[in-house]
């Protein structure tokens, strides 16, 4: 069984910083990509940031320049570094694995995080 814990989100003012971790655990070989969505109130689930196990990335147009997204494969681990925040980045943000693999043949294609809530005030 694999799961992914989220840590790091919280309240911050309008132009602050967060760090958000997601940590993956259980019998794992290893992941191809890693990375995190957010859902707004009443709005679609939407990918912020993607990083595969080489290190390649994607951003969403919305936070390019403010946002990085890194992770250490060793641990199993992807961080969201956030800077500038805005109010429209107020969402819970999700964790997500996709294919994790946990032998060398078997793998689970979608893994996703309990969420953690950003609130960012104005």
């Known amino acids: 069984q694999v799961q992914l814990v989220e840590s790091g989100g919280g309240l911050v003012q309008s132009g602050g910083s967060l760090r958000l971790s997601c940590a993956a655990s259980?019998?794992?070989?290893?992941?191809?990509?890693m990375g995190w969505y957010r859902q707004a109130p009443g709005k679609r689930r939407e990918l912020v940031a993607v990083?595969?196990?080489?290190?390649?990335?994607n951003y969403a147009d919305s936070v390019k320049g403010r946002f990085t997204i890194s992770r250490d494969n060793a641990k199993n681990t992807v961080y969201l570094q956030m800077e500038g925040l805005k109010p429209e980045d107020t969402a819970v943000y999700y964790c997500?694995?996709?294919?994790?693999?946990?032998?060398?043949?078997?793998?689970?294609?979608?893994?996703w995080g309990q969420g953690t809530q950003v609130t960012v005030s104005s």
């Open positions: 997500n694995a996709f294919k994790v693999y946990y032998s060398a043949t078997d793998f689970k294609y979608d893994v």
């Open positions: 990083i595969s196990s080489t290190g390649t990335t």
């Open positions: 259980g019998s794992i070989v290893s992941i191809n990509n």
